[in-house]
């Protein structure tokens, strides 16, 4: 056989490894993790409420830390949620605890890390 035959066929072969590997058995295969989702900023005749979901599809139950910054104050609470468990937040802002055109930081962590899972502002007015 001829060196470029030989060449020819060793990258055919090489080739399909690559795409059986793709489609059976991809090279990285990454698990879910906790996630924020379906937020809502609603308005109320004499309230704002931030509402959101927190997914846990991390394999142990995990405490999550929220964070609102408001008017230059930060509360926190620390939320709760079984192993693959899902959880409902919300946060009332009363009208007469902010100025009008200020803003509200809100921040989910897991527990122990320092990067949010989710960050949001919202500004109000």
Known sequence: ??????????????????????????????????????????????RWVIEFHIFNHEAEDTNYTITVLLNDELSTDIFWLRQGGLGKCSY?????????GKEVLVAVYKEGETTPIDEATYFLK
């Open 1 to 46: 056989m001829s060196m470029p035959r030989v060449v020819y066929l060793a990258s055919l072969v090489i080739l399909g490894v690559l795409i059986t590997f793709t489609v059976f058995r991809p090279m990285a295969t990454g698990g879910e993790y906790s996630m924020v989702q379906r937020a809502h900023f609603l308005e109320r005749e004499d």
């Open 92 to 100: 009332h802002i009363s009208r007469d605890r902010i100025n009008q």
